[in-house]
């Protein structure tokens, strides 16, 4: 079964950091772009990043960028997500997903696998 | 960056009746416009990519069309279980955008 389990959420304060996991089983990890995307509860999807899937391209909402890395560890079939000067507003579920094609950009993000995502608590 | 404006918001409707719900890019993306079903507690699930092209295992009733900036998702005849929030998705380039979304809800 394809699958995309997200840890590493919680409640922390402003300013402080975070680094998200995305554990991938049932596919060629190394073959697909992984994506972050977020959403609010009860309010729509915000794509936050992307990573090809040899790294060779990254990508990042204007929202985060300067903020927050992306990286992957194709041997261990992970992907992660460090967030630094956490700020409020990044309060969200925040789910990994997988792209719907091999070998392709971040870019051209179509997701076809999410995870359940992990939920982002920012507050003092 | 292109924008992505869905309408309606909300979308009451009755079992059986045809659904549209449109989505207006910005500017031209071709036909790269995926659209994804997020029911009520559940992660989205992809049901529509290149504009027209169904996932793999969603039902014929869904259907997309268009191209360049203005594109449609129909439900041919709603059920139940598609009682959701409908996005649209554009990827002809970074950043991949979401539209804000459409509720549909039985009447």
């Known amino acids: 079964e394809v699958q995309l389990v997200e840890s590493g959420g919680g409640l922390v304060q402003p300013g402080r950091s975070l680094r998200l996991s995305c554990a991938a089983s049932?596919?060629?990890?190394?073959?697909?772009?992984i994506h972050w995307v977020r959403q609010v509860p009860g309010k729509g999807l915000e794509w936050v990043s992307g990573?090809?899937?040899?790294?060779?391209?990254?990508g990042y909402a204007d929202s985060v960028k300067g903020r927050f890395t992306i990286s992957r560890d194709n041997a261990m079939n992970s992907l992660y997500l460090q967030m630094n000067s956490l700020r409020a507003e990044d309060t969200a579920l925040y789910y990994c997903?997988?792209?719907?094609?091999?070998?392709?950009?971040?870019?051209?993000?179509?997701?076809?696998?999410w995870g359940q995502g992990t939920m982002v608590t920012v507050s003092s | 960056d292109i924008q992505m404006t869905q309408s309606p918001s909300s979308l009451p409707a009755s079992v059986g009746d045809r659904v549209t719900i449109t989505c207006r890019a910005s500017?031209?993306?071709?036909?790269?416009l995926a659209w994804y079903q997020q029911k009520p507690g559940k992660v989205p699930k992809l049901l529509i990519y290149?504009?027209?092209t169904l996932q793999s295992g969603v039902p014929s009733r869904f259907s997309g069309s268009g191209s360049g900036t203005d594109f449609t998702l129909t439900i041919s005849s709603l059920q139940p279980e598609d009682v959701a929030t409908y996005y649209c998705?554009?990827?002809?380039?970074?950043?991949?955008?979401f539209g804000g979304g459409t509720k549909v809800e039985i009447k």
């Open positions: 290149a504009a027209s």
């Open positions: 997903a997988k792209d719907f094609q091999p070998r392709r950009k971040y870019d051209y993000g179509v997701f076809d696998i």
């Open positions: 049932g596919f060629s990890f190394d073959d697909y772009a």
């Open positions: 990573i090809s899937w040899n790294s060779g391209s990254i």
């Open positions: 998705q554009k990827y002809n380039s970074a950043p991949p955008t």
């Open positions: 500017q031209d993306i071709s036909y790269y």
